[in-house]
Structure formats: C-alpha cells, structure tokens
C-alpha cells in the first residue's frame, strides 16, 4: 500500500441529479479520510455527458455538500493548483494522453460499425462467451487508418489491453484484488463523438491530481482493471483503492426511490438535523468501534479508518436514522434548538419575542424528531383561533363539553399568577367537585387550546397561550 503518498482524495460526482445518499456518503468517507490524515479533499466535477448535465443538479449537489459540512479543499469556488475541476474543461490534457497512446501504440482506432461490434457479442453470448471487441481493428496498417480518417470515416478509440498481464487492485477494504487482463475487453476510450469516456477521463485526472487514494463506491470494482491497466499504460503509479459496499433498502435490495428519499437535499428539506445525517450516513458501512452509535464529524474524522468499512452492504434503516434525529435534538441547548427551528416556525404571522420562543422550542423538544415537525406541532400557538382534527372536534361535541370548558375557564380566571401553579391537581379538585372523571375534563380542555389531543404538557400550552388566549379558547370551543 502507498502509504507514504500525501493523502489526495477526491469525490466525483456527474452533475446529473440531485446528490444520492450512496454519493454523499461516498464523499464523507472521503472527507473524513482526508481530514484524518491531514491530506486534501478534492471535489471533481465529472461533466463529460453533455446532455444529462446540469447546472441546477450541480448547485445542489455543492449544497447538499455544504449542508452536511463537508469543505473541499480543491475544487469548485475554491481553485487549487491541479484545476481545473469540472472534466469539461480538462480536454486538452485528455486530448495529449490520446495522442500519446496513438503514438505509443496502446490506442488505437477501431472503425468496426456498432452493428458489427453489437453482432459480434450477440453471437458470443448465444455461444455462452463472455462478450468483447474482437480486436479486428487492432494493428490496422497506418496508412489505411489515415486514408479512413481523411474520408471521415466514424470510429472511436479503443484501449489495446495487454495480452498476459494480471491488474492488482490494493483495496483497503478488500485486501489485494487481482483480475488478469484477459478478462478486460479493448474498452472504448473515445466515442464516435470524439468524447473521451469516463474510465479514461477518471484516470488522467486522478493521475494529474496526484490522487493516493480512490475511495468509492463498490459498483465502480468492475472498472478498477480498466483503470489500473490504464496507469500502466502511462508509466505512472496507480494509486490505492477501497470499494465501499453498496447501500441497501430495508428489504435488502439496492436503495431506491421506492423504499424512501434517495437524495441528501430531499432529508434537509424534511427539517432532517445535517449532524444526524452525518452521523447515520457514517454509520453506513463504518463503525467508530463495535459499541459507540452516536458520534460526531470530529469524533468519526478522528477515528476514521478505511480498514473499518464492511465488506458487505450496508442497511439503510430508516428507524435507526429517525432515533439518531430525535436524539440529536434532545442534546441542544434552548438556544441551539430556536436557531435551527426558526426556518420550520411560522414566525412571520406573530410578535413573539425570543423568550417567549426559547420556551416554545424547549416545550417542543421531547416530541421531535426533526426540526420540520415543529410546523405542524407547534401550528396552534400561532394562529387566531383552533381548528380542531377530527378526535378532538368529537371530544369537543360530547354532552356537557360546553359547561365543562367555561367552568374550568372561570375557574383558571381566578388564578393570579400564570401559568397556574398546581394546575393538574387544581383541574382535579374541580372534576371531582363536579363528579366527572378527570379525563372528561382534561380532554376537552387539550381539544379547545391545541385543536388535537396530543401534545406537550397542557401547563407548559398555557404558559405559551398566555392567560387571555387560553381562557378564550376554553370559553369559544365548540
Ligand atoms: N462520476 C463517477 C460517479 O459519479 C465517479 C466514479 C469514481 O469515483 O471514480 O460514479
């Protein structure tokens, strides 16, 4: 293993899409390598496929990026001495490796027409072979190439693979892989089009930004003996790699769209704390040790060890995830809490001031589980008056629903200081005063203040209402 390389990592997103949680955890394992060791955290923005790029999917994938914390030290809106970043505007460095391996001779052009190539492999796999390039162009006399390309003939451009050699793949997470390069077929390194593909591309780059460390996800294994055949090629030194295995949906199967949100943005928009999901993406394949559950970016960055990433997949687990959620909030200070609730709250419409907020955020803790819950849960103490859910318009439509709200209201009247001290057992000495189980009581009153019948404790709702909005709710209610 290299380990004497500075420490050059890279994440590579396509900007196509939003950022997947498979990618972003990709980059968080990178980001946490780097910051380990010391090393750099380079961000590469992989744009070769002109039609599915996007500028709005790279926008959000460099929010998403931030939202989560993950700083790169190269890259996008931060430059750096190997850019630049984004592979649309690497094609002169593209552009002399070709001509090197043309002249060198392992490039070369192939004019085989796709129908050919497609039925080549269709009658190889009717013969059970596995299905690859024939080689028919290999070692076309020059002079034909350059009477075919004078005339515009298409072709593409094919990696002429070694015939006896063995790609040795030092993954972290794997230990050594090894592939013979009779099992790699004469890959296409530039299209019809004349755009190099992504194998080459991930290369030259990798190679130009001297990076020491390929760590990615498990589905790009397949491509390693390519790279590494690649390197070879070029006389320079492969760097090392760790595969980290894919994610799985709760029903063991690939993460999709079916089983729940695939993109990072989709959680953030949720109300989702960005240290929750950053500690649950980090738990998704690595483990700080065989006990801690909860950690922060520090706490794993310190801790952070390729040789701790499984092999197998990872579970998405959705319950775990929620737990880590709630479980992060309850730890905030009163302060830290409003902050991150003050976008979910519908401060626009009140003149609430910060204390009065302070004490709605730590009324509210218990019952989140993400910071978007408070719109809904919190809705009642900001409107004029309650629409009840349905439960609590039926509590509110009971037989002596009405008597009992305004003799409660008159009886929270007569107290001086607010919220009523004592006010469960002041509401119980009145229920049994009036011969009605408690419940029947308490019920309607949750019904009338909050339109529901769940939610925090009813002392702390009266505290937040104020004296005269509660006992005009208690007193309106129908
Ligand atoms: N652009 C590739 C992807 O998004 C990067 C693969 C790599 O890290 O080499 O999957």
């Given at each position: 293993m290299t380990e004497n390389r500075p420490v050059r990592v890279r994440f590579a997103p396509s900007p196509t899409g939003k950022l997947h949680i498979g990618g972003a955890r990709t980059a968080l394992f990178n980001w946490a390598f780097a910051r380990r060791h010391g090393g750099v955290f380079i961000l590469r923005i992989e744009d070769t496929d002109t039609e599915r790029n996007s500028q709005e999917s790279l926008d959000s994938i460099l929010s998403a990026m931030r939202w989560l914390g993950l700083d790169w030290d190269e890259g996008p809106g931060v430059g750096g001495d190997f850019g630049p970043y984004a592979q649309s505007e690497r094609m002169p460095l593209y552009d002399a490796a070709i001509q090197k391996g043309l002249t060198e001779g392992w490039l070369y052009r192939c004019f085989c027409t796709p129908e050919r190539v497609n039925a080549l492999k269709e009658e190889q796999r009717n013969r059970k072979e596995n299905p690859r390039y024939d080689r028919a162009c290999l070692g076309l006399p020059d002079a034909e190439c350059a009477k075919r390309l004078e005339v515009g003939e298409p072709h593409v451009i094919r990696f002429a693979v070694p015939v006896s050699e063995t790609a040795e793949i030092q993954d972290h997470i794997r230990g050594q892989v090894t592939v013979q390069s009779?099992?790699?077929?004469?890959?296409?390194?530039?299209?019809?089009?004349g755009m190099p593909t992504y194998n080459f591309c991930c290369v030259i780059d990798d190679a130009q930004m001297q990076i020491s460390h390929v760590v990615r996800g498990e589905e790009h294994l397949a491509n390693t003996p390519k790279q590494v055949l690649l390197y070879r090629a070029l006389g320079l030194p492969q760097p090392d790699y760790a595969h980290v295995p894919l994610i799985l949906g709760q029903d063991g199967k690939k993460l999709s769209k079916r089983t729940g949100d695939t993109a990072l943005q989709d959680y953030r928009d949720k109300g989702y704390p960005a240290e929750a999901m950053l500690n649950f993406l980090g738990l998704l394949g690595f483990s700080i040790d065989d006990e801690t559950t909860v950690f922060s970016a520090d706490e794993m960055v310190a801790a952070f060890d390729l040789k701790r990433i499984n092999k197998s997949g990872a579970i998405f687990d959705t319950d775990k995830l929620h737990w880590l959620c709630g479980d992060t909030i309850r730890r905030m200070t009163d302060t830290d809490l409003l902050e991150r609730l003050r976008p979910w709250l519908n401060t626009a419409v009140c003149d609430k001031d910060g204390g009065w907020l302070l004490q709605l955020a730590a009324c509210f803790r218990e019952r989140l589980t993400l910071f978007g819950d408070v719109s809904e849960m919190s809705a009642h103490l900001f409107c004029e008056c309650v629409e009840p859910d349905e439960k609590a318009a039926k509590a509110l439509s009971a037989d002596g629903v009405a008597d009992t709200l305004s003799g409660v209201a008159d009886l929270l009247a007569g107290v001086e200081s607010w919220p009523p001290p004592e006010f469960f057992a002041l509401v119980k000495g009145w229920a049994a005063e009036h011969e009605l189980g408690v419940g029947k009581v308490m019920k309607p009153v949750r019904a009338a203040l909050t339109g529901s019948l769940g939610g925090p404790e009813l002392g702390d709702v009266l505290a937040l209402l104020g004296k005269d909005c509660s006992l005009a709710r208690l007193r309106q209610a129908r």
């Amino acid at each position: 293993m290299t380990e004497n390389r500075p420490v050059r990592v890279r994440f590579a997103p396509s900007p196509t899409g939003k950022l997947h949680i498979g990618g972003a955890r990709t980059a968080l394992f990178n980001w946490a390598f780097a910051r380990r060791h010391g090393g750099v955290f380079i961000l590469r923005i992989e744009d070769t496929d002109t039609e599915r790029n996007s500028q709005e999917s790279l926008d959000s994938i460099l929010s998403a990026m931030r939202w989560l914390g993950l700083d790169w030290d190269e890259g996008p809106g931060v430059g750096g001495d190997f850019g630049p970043y984004a592979q649309s505007e690497r094609m002169p460095l593209y552009d002399a490796a070709i001509q090197k391996g043309l002249t060198e001779g392992w490039l070369y052009r192939c004019f085989c027409t796709p129908e050919r190539v497609n039925a080549l492999k269709e009658e190889q796999r009717n013969r059970k072979e596995n299905p690859r390039y024939d080689r028919a162009c290999l070692g076309l006399p020059d002079a034909e190439c350059a009477k075919r390309l004078e005339v515009g003939e298409p072709h593409v451009i094919r990696f002429a693979v070694p015939v006896s050699e063995t790609a040795e793949i030092q993954d972290h997470i794997r230990g050594q892989v090894t592939v013979q390069s009779v099992e790699v077929e004469d890959w296409v390194v530039v299209r019809s089009n004349g755009m190099p593909t992504y194998n080459f591309c991930c290369v030259i780059d990798d190679a130009q930004m001297q990076i020491s460390h390929v760590v990615r996800g498990e589905e790009h294994l397949a491509n390693t003996p390519k790279q590494v055949l690649l390197y070879r090629a070029l006389g320079l030194p492969q760097p090392d790699y760790a595969h980290v295995p894919l994610i799985l949906g709760q029903d063991g199967k690939k993460l999709s769209k079916r089983t729940g949100d695939t993109a990072l943005q989709d959680y953030r928009d949720k109300g989702y704390p960005a240290e929750a999901m950053l500690n649950f993406l980090g738990l998704l394949g690595f483990s700080i040790d065989d006990e801690t559950t909860v950690f922060s970016a520090d706490e794993m960055v310190a801790a952070f060890d390729l040789k701790r990433i499984n092999k197998s997949g990872a579970i998405f687990d959705t319950d775990k995830l929620h737990w880590l959620c709630g479980d992060t909030i309850r730890r905030m200070t009163d302060t830290d809490l409003l902050e991150r609730l003050r976008p979910w709250l519908n401060t626009a419409v009140c003149d609430k001031d910060g204390g009065w907020l302070l004490q709605l955020a730590a009324c509210f803790r218990e019952r989140l589980t993400l910071f978007g819950d408070v719109s809904e849960m919190s809705a009642h103490l900001f409107c004029e008056c309650v629409e009840p859910d349905e439960k609590a318009a039926k509590a509110l439509s009971a037989d002596g629903v009405a008597d009992t709200l305004s003799g409660v209201a008159d009886l929270l009247a007569g107290v001086e200081s607010w919220p009523p001290p004592e006010f469960f057992a002041l509401v119980k000495g009145w229920a049994a005063e009036h011969e009605l189980g408690v419940g029947k009581v308490m019920k309607p009153v949750r019904a009338a203040l909050t339109g529901s019948l769940g939610g925090p404790e009813l002392g702390d709702v009266l505290a937040l209402l104020g004296k005269d909005c509660s006992l005009a709710r208690l007193r309106q209610a129908r």
